[in-house]
Structure formats: C-alpha cells, structure tokens
C-alpha cells in the first residue's frame, strides 16, 4: 500500500496570503494524483487531478504541481472560502490512499 | 447535474448488519465505476471498495474484505453496500463517489454522505 504524508498538519494563513501545502508518496504514483478539499460538514470537493489540472469551476488561485513522489498544493491569495482540510490522495495504484489532510486556518 | 445520495446509515450493534444505498443521477449511472470512501469521526478519508461501471469487478480494502459487498442495480441507478460483522472501528460517513477517466481513474464527484454508528 502506498503511504501518503501531508504537511504540515495545520497551517496559519492571513487572508490574501500564499498557502503552499505538500503531499509525498512512498512510491512513485507519477502524476496520478488528486487534491481534495473539504469543509466541516461537508463532502470532500475534487481541486485537482492529474497532479496539476484544476478541475471544472476551480479558481485559478489553486495550483498543483509535481510528479512521482514529491507534490505541492499552491493556494494563492486565500479567500474566507479557502480555509478547510485539504486532502491529497493517489490513484495509481490500488488500494486508493489518501494522506490525512492538511488544515488551512485563518492566523 | 450530477448528483449522489446515500441512504441507509444509521445506529447498529456490534456483529450485525447494515445496507446503504446510493441513488445517482445527473449522468449515465451505467458508465461509470463508483467507489465507497469512508471518514471516522473527526478523522480522515479511508477508501472502502469500488465496483466497475458494469459490475463485473470489484475491490476492497483489507480492513473490510470479506465483511462488506459492493455491488449495483444500473436499471434503478443505485448503489450498494452491504456491511456484515460490523465493528466499532467501522463508525464513519460513508460516502459514495463517482471516478472519471482523463489520463487515470479519479473520484471526481462525491456524495453527502451517511453516518453509521456502530455501538451496543
């Protein structure tokens, strides 16, 4: 099973900042990789796939990048909206895993 | 658009069983693989099983082979998970969740999801 760790666990963002969030695999996944976000209470929403493509209705401000086992979450000018859990998760292998999220809080 | 709702969750004792269901539409129920992903309590997201967009594969986790059964009724755009033996440790949203295809299988949309609490 592929072992996915996110750091940090929690980050502190003032509004309008960068967050930067990373995501590393113990094996190569290439690019087979998907951030999820999710707010309390609610279902996790698809960000990126393929390691770096925004999926349909994503701002721009949300930017993924990197490849086999190294992977960044790039959130640029956070908005009130932007603060929730953030989760990376592979598919390139089975079982699917998921790392155990990072949360964005308002500093 | 699409849409996924999970029914079914509920309180359970240790050792018995549970259904949920999971009615799709917004998209062609029959194309799609759809996954099961659960989320302990103030935890985070645990992969349960898939099911193929025809039924005919289907896997599991280790931490529910042979306890859990996937499976679907594509005339009625539904989806099943049927829980046996059930633990303590199997208290969770469980949500179902579309996968698409762009360059590898991804889960794209995500039901809201329903709790199943399993306590004596």
């Known amino acids: 099973e592929i072992v996915m760790t996110q750091s940090p666990a929690t980050l502190s963002v003032s509004p309008g900042d960068t967050a930067t969030l990373s995501c590393r695999a113990s094996q190569s996944v290439s690019s087979n990789l998907a951030w999820y976000q999710q707010k309390p209470g609610q279902a996790p929403r698809l960000l990126i796939y393929g390691a770096s493509t925004r999926a349909t209705g994503v701002p721009a401000r949300f930017s993924g990048s990197g490849s086999g086992t190294e992977f960044t979450l790039t959130i640029s000018r956070l908005q009130s909206e932007d603060f929730a859990v953030y989760y990376c998760?592979?598919?390139?292998?089975?079982?699917?895993?998921f790392g155990q999220g990072t949360k964005v809080e308002i500093k | 658009q699409v849409q996924l709702v999970e029914s079914g969750g509920g309180v359970v004792q240790p050792g018995r069983s549970l259904r949920l269901s999971c009615a799709a539409s917004?998209?062609?129920?029959?194309?799609?693989?759809i996954h099961w992903v659960r989320q302990a309590p103030g935890k985070g997201l645990e992969w349960v099983a898939v099911?193929?967009?025809?039924?005919?594969?289907?896997y599991y986790a280790d931490s529910v082979k042979g306890r859990f059964t996937i499976s679907r009724d594509n005339s009625k755009s539904t989806l099943f998970l049927q829980m046996n033996s059930l633990r303590a440790e199997d208290t969770a949203v469980y949500y179902c969740?579309?996968?698409?295809?762009?360059?590898?299988?991804?889960?794209?949309?995500w039901g809201q999801g329903t709790l199943v609490t399993v306590s004596s």
């Open positions: 998760q592979q598919y390139n292998n089975w079982p699917l895993t």
């Open positions: 917004g998209f062609i129920f029959s194309s799609y693989g």
């Open positions: 099911i193929w967009y025809d039924g005919t594969e289907k």
């Open positions: 969740a579309r996968e698409t295809y762009n360059s590898g299988w991804y889960v794209d949309y």
